[in-house]
């Protein structure tokens, strides 16, 4: 489901506020850590969890000692 998505000002940081609606079928609650992804599409949000946090870790590590054969691959 696509949504519009409003951003505010919060401090020094821009918020986003998800629609209830949605933040239910998710099972999102006030407080709950979501992990903010840039693609090269736009942003993903996906929930955060260890597990995840780990695996995001592993792949920028081996995208960085790789970068110049993906960079060859992705010719």
Do not use: C, N
Request: glycine content about 6%; hydrophobic content about 40%; cysteine-free.
């Amino acid at each position: 489901m696509t949504r519009e998505v409003t951003l505010r000002q919060a401090g020094g940081s821009v918020s986003a506020t998800l629609p209830k609606d949605m933040a239910d079928r998710l099972r999102l609650e006030p407080g709950d850590r979501v992990l903010a992804v840039e693609t090269d599409r736009g942003i993903l949000l996906t929930p955060y969890t260890e597990e995840t946090q780990r695996a995001l870790k592993i792949a920028a590590r081996a995208a960085k000692k790789y970068r110049h054969a993906l960079r060859e691959l992705a010719k």
